[in-house]
C-alpha cells in the first residue's frame, strides 16, 4: 500500500496516522502535502475536540523518506515546514503518542503537537548535522522554547538520539508510560480533554504560543459564552458542565 497518513475520529478524538511501516514510517513528499489538507478538514469537523498524532506499529517517524525527496533540499524542507506549521495552527488540543523512533522529521512533528507522550524504550533525535541541512528558523525556535537552548543545541549540533527519560527530564516530552500502556493513557487522557471547556483551551492555546494581540477578543468570547456561569453551576450542583462554546469552523 503507498505510504500515506490515515485517520479516524471516535468520541470526539481525531487520531492521525502515520503510515509507512517499511520506511519506519518516514514522511515522503506526498505525505507533507496532504498534512495541511487534512488537518483544515479535521479542524472544520465541529465532531472533532481533539487530535492525536502517532506512527503505525512500533515506530512513531523516523524522518523523511530521503528516497523519495526529489528536487532541491529547500524544497523537501519547505513542504515539512508547512507541515508542522498547520500543525501547530490546529485550533484544538493535539498530542503526539510516541513509540520507538522519533527522529527528525517526526521530532519536528511532536514538536509542533500541544503535548507528547512516549512509551518506554522510545528514542529521540533532531539530525540535519548529519545530512548537513540547516534546521528552519521556526523548527530551532519551537525546540528551544520545549527544551531550552543548551538541549537543543545539544540535540541540533550532534544528531544523537536521546532516550525517553531525557526527554522526559528535558522537556521533549511530557509523561512516559511503561510498555503497553501508551494507547491506554492516551484514550483516558483525551477523554479528559473533550469534556473540558473548548474555550479555555483554545484562549490558553493562543497565549501559551505567544499571541498578544487577542486578550480582548477572548474576554468577549467568554462573555457571550455562558460557559463559565455553566462551569460554575455544574461545580456547584456536582454534575458535569455541559459548555456550549466550540471552536469556529471557518474563518
Not at 519506519?24 to 488537518?39: C, F, G, I, K, Y
Not at 479542524?43 to 512500533?58: I, K, M, S
Not at 515546514?81 to 500543525?87: G, I, K, S, Y
Request: charged content about 25%; hydrophobic content about 40%; overall charge neutral.
Amino acid at each position: 500500500m503507498e505510504p500515506q497518513l490515515e485517520y479516524r475520529v471516535t468520541d470526539s478524538v481525531a487520531t492521525v496516522v502515520i503510515r509507512h511501516p517499511e520506511k519506519r514510517n518516514a514522511m515522503t513528499a506526498a505525505m507533507w502535502r496532504s498534512v495541511p489538507t487534512l488537518l483544515e478538514e479535521l479542524a472544520r469537523d465541529p465532531a472533532v475536540r481533539a487530535l492525536v498524532l502517532t506512527g503505525e506499529g512500533r515506530t512513531f517517524c523516523a524522518g523523511a523518506d530521503i528516497s523519495r525527496l526529489r528536487g532541491s533540499p529547500e524544497e523537501a524542507q519547505g513542504l515539512a515546514v508547512r507541515a508542522e506549521e498547520a500543525l501547530a495552527a490546529f485550533p484544538k488540543p493535539t498530542l503526539a503518542a510516541i513509540r520507538g523512533h522519533c527522529v527528525g522529521g517526526g521530532a519536528q512533528l511532536a514538536a509542533a503537537c500541544d503535548l507528547r507522550f512516549a512509551e518506554e524504550g522510545s528514542l529521540f533525535g533532531v539530525t540535519p548535522a548529519k545530512l548537513g541541512i540547516v534546521y528552519p528558523a521556526s523548527s530551532t525556535r519551537r525546540l528551544v522554547s520545549l527544551v531550552g537552548p543548551a538541549t537543543a543545541k545539544y540535540l541540533l549540533f550532534s544528531g544523537e538520539l536521546v532516550d525517553a527519560q531525557r526527554a522526559l527530564r528535558t522537556g521533549l516530552v511530557d509523561e512516559v508510560l511503561p510498555e503497553g500502556e501508551l494507547g491506554k493513557r492516551v484514550a483516558e487522557f483525551t477523554r479528559v480533554l473533550v469534556s473540558r471547556s473548548q474555550l479555555t483551551q483554545a484562549a490558553a492555546k493562543e497565549f501559551a504560543d505567544g499571541r498578544t494581540d487577542r486578550d480582548a477578543h477572548w474576554t468577549g468570547q467568554a462573555r457571550a459564552s455562558g460557559d463559565t456561569a455553566e462551569g460554575v453551576a455544574a461545580f456547584l450542583e456536582r454534575r458535569q458542565p455541559r459548555f456550549g462554546w466550540s471552536v469556529p469552523t471557518s474563518g
